[in-house]
């Protein structure tokens, strides 16, 4: 075969799949279908759908929604509860909190076998600043037990989840425990989950803890790690605790989104790339800010 013809094809087959967390652009599922079919945008991440949280519709509801997704051609990449989210190290496993997080888990996963999604999302706990140090900051400095703990509130989800043969996506938040991939991976390693767990990479979130987004970031969230990802622009003032969403290429990732690309197809990622519409121009409307940037996410990562 002609070498240029095969290097074509083999781009062509590298191809990112390309989708959108659907209540950027509005919790009204068929409204935000059509704004994705007016873009060509094939994957649904679904968060919020009308009033309710995922895990939270009934039975009927969840069959209305997956007629409207199969009706459209629209396969969803993941189901994004904000599992754990909010809980601290106070917290322990069996307690009245975590065990309302880990009944709404068990009902995402149920509807995750009912809209045929791969994945869903958890996140982790609040934040602890310092969590490892040394020659001195290891008893000053260190919250002692912290990480441990949030250890102990992840593992009994990788066990439901092994159980119901659904990946877990671990999302790198702001003011959380993992906020970095490098904390996403340590997790992983440290409840021995990788079979089970991935990284839902987030590289605006990250802006927050500092950590590069290409090549250091991308390439600890590499070799299996890799499962989701979530893209967005920023300008981030840690010491002024400012973040502000900016349009797509307008932030501090605009030089880094091409070569994250480019090694995805290079790599052979074979996971979604979710545009979060989360600008907005002034107005108070993520629509408006959903149109200013979509064009502009797939000639980044199309």
């Known amino acids: 075969m002609n070498r240029l013809l095969s290097t074509k094809e083999d781009k062509m087959e590298k191809k990112l799949k390309l989708g959108v967390i659907c209540d950027g652009i509005s919790r009204d599922l068929e409204h935000s279908i059509n704004v994705m079919n007016e873009f060509d945008l094939e994957y649904a991440e679904l ?24 009706d459209n051609g629209k396969p969803v990449s993941c189901l994004s509860r904000h599992i754990f989210a909010g809980m601290t190290i106070a917290n322990k496993p069996g307690d009245d909190l975590h065990t309302r997080h ?31 140090g040394k020659n001195g900051a290891e008893k000053w400095n260190v919250a ?27 999302e790198t938040g702001n003011g959380t425990m993992v906020n970095s991939n490098w904390t996403a991976r340590k997790l992983i390693d440290d409840l021995d989950a990788k079979d089970i767990l991935k990284i839902l990479w987030d590289p605006a979130n ?7 987004a290409y090549p250091s970031g991308y390439e600890i969230a590499s070799d299996g790690y890799l499962g ?43 996971g979604v790339v979710s545009f979060e ?17 979509v064009n502009e996410f797939k000639r980044l990562f199309e």
């Open 228 to 270: 989701h990802i979530h893209i967005k622009d920023v300008q981030v003032d840690t010491p002024s605790a400012m973040l502000e969403v900016r349009p797509l290429g307008k932030g501090q990732l605009a030089n880094q989104f091409e070569p994250i690309a480019r090694a995805l197809n290079e790599d052979g990622y074979d």
């Open 277 to 293: 519409s989360v600008f907005h121009p002034g107005n108070g409307n993520f629509e408006d800010g959903f149109r200013m940037c």
């Open 206 to 212: 990250n802006c927050w803890c500092h950590e590069e």
């Open 144 to 170: 002692h037990g912290a990480w441990d703990k949030t250890l102990e509130l992840i593992y009994p989800a990788c066990e439901v989840a092994r159980d119901a043969d659904v990946t877990l996506v671990v």
């Open 102 to 132: 880990m009944d709404a888990l068990r009902r995402v996963i149920d509807m995750a076998k009912v809209v045929e999604s791969p994945l869903v999302r958890i996140m982790t706990n609040k934040k602890e600043q310092i969590l490892w």
């Open 47 to 70: 968060q919020y759908v009308d009033d309710k949280e995922v895990g939270d519709h009934s039975k009927a509801e969840i069959g209305d929604i997956c007629r409207l997704l199969r």
